[in-house]
């Protein structure tokens, strides 16, 4: 059934304010996966300060490929087949103190359950992985390229994917529990303006002001945001995190 906003005109002030109620109790006892969807709008259609942001995005990706192509191709035809490159030892140990340091933050990040540990997490497996790239790369043809092969293949690589899997793994468990949060809050704290809105077929996200969609946390930095639900415990996997839930 579906209520015309004719209809809704035509009712009084007290029926409108009844049918508001009776849809804010059925959104708030009912979070289905159908109801979460409504508060799931394109935010690129509602926010035009998205929109432009997007668009901005895209022109900036699109420069950078075509300079980087065009890089690439004057790098091999100009490029020497040896170089001899000085301050050596001091890129090497600089590059494994800076991830000496990730490691680090990534490790307070875990003890602390903050929101920042997804951009750590790609950023350790990132560094990894340049260092097996330039590790080996840099070995060929010389008695170390076998050290170098095996710390790529079985320290550095794993590790990276580790990391890489820990990230998106928690970015999953934030977003799932971010629909959740906000249906509920949409479902239950917009009141009989909203709900009437939504019967008459319109979104929960015309509630919030241009540029402002998702960011809720504005002002709070991730450093500072707890992860979603409970943390590292909606990470595990089902019968481990349901062990977590029930001893907390």
């Not at 950023?123 to 076998?146: E, H, K, N, P, Q």
């Not at 998702?214 to 409970?230: E, I, N, T, Y």
């Amino acid at each position: 059934m579906v209520i015309e906003k004719a209809e809704l005109r035509r009712m009084s002030q007290a029926e409108r304010r009844e049918l508001a109620a009776m849809l804010a109790e059925l959104e708030a006892s009912h979070p289905d996966q159908a109801q979460v969807g409504q508060y799931r709008a394109d935010p690129y259609r509602i926010d035009p300060v998205l929109r432009r942001e997007r668009r901005l995005a895209l022109l900036v990706s699109a420069a950078c490929c075509v300079f980087l192509a065009g890089w690439i191709v004057l790098l091999a035809a100009t490029l020497p087949h040896h170089f001899d490159a000085h301050h050596w030892r001091a890129v090497w140990v600089n590059f494994d103190a800076f991830l000496l340091a990730a490691f680090a933050v990534t490790a307070w990040a875990i003890w602390r359950q903050r929101q920042v540990l997804i951009l750590l997490l790609m950023l350790v497996g990132t560094m990894l992985c340049c260092d097996a790239w330039f590790d080996v790369g840099t070995s060929l043809a010389t008695s170390g390229l076998w050290i170098s092969l095996l710390s790529a293949v079985f320290a550095e690589l794993p590790l990276a994917f580790l990391a890489f899997a820990g990230a998106r793994r928690l970015l999953r468990a934030t977003v799932a529990a971010s629909i959740l949060a906000g249906a509920h809050v949409g479902a239950t704290a917009a009141g009989a303006t909203a709900a009437v809105a939504t019967a008459a077929g319109a979104t929960a996200a015309g509630a919030f002001p241009a540029g402002e969609w998702g960011r809720s946390c504005a002002g709070q930095s991730l450093r500072r945001a707890p992860l979603a639900g409970l943390g590292l415990d909606e990470a595990l996997p089902r019968r481990r995190g349901g062990q977590g839930r029930q001893a907390a």
